[in-house]
């Protein structure tokens, strides 16, 4: 499995920004998908998964204002982001879980400017 998250950029605090993540292979579908964040000098955290069912969990500090979602025939997934503040700049990363191994692509960088 291959990922590819694009989209980052720098955007004002109380703007908007979409994350996606451009997946390989034909089982995408199946595919437990979760985006990460790691900001300067903190280690890596969650912030929300979507699985094959399309049920979603979000991280508390993200909650009400990012959204998860996938086209699965794209073979994407999103991250659509609300109301962003300085705490949300990091590095965001797309994982896979697929038959009990996990997958990461490169991450793309998000910057929100007060």
């Known amino acids: 499995v291959q990922l590819q998250a694009y989209g980052g950029g720098l955007v004002q605090a109380g703007g908007s920004l979409r994350l996606s993540c451009a997946a390989s292979?034909?089982?995408?579908?199946?595919?437990?998908m979760r985006w990460f964040r790691q900001a300067p000098g903190e280690e890596r955290e969650f912030v929300a998964r979507?699985?094959?069912?399309?049920?979603?969990v979000y991280a508390d500090s993200v909650k009400g204002r990012f959204t998860i979602f996938r086209d699965n025939a794209k073979n994407t997934l999103y991250l659509h982001m609300d109301s962003l503040n300085p705490e949300d700049t990091a590095i965001y990363y797309c994982?896979?879980?697929?038959?009990?191994?996990?997958?990461w692509g490169q991450g793309t960088l998000v910057t929100v400017s007060s």
């Open positions: 994982s896979a879980s697929w038959r009990g191994d996990d997958y």
């Open positions: 979507i699985i094959p069912s399309g049920s979603v």
């Open positions: 292979g034909r089982t995408f579908s199946r595919y437990t």
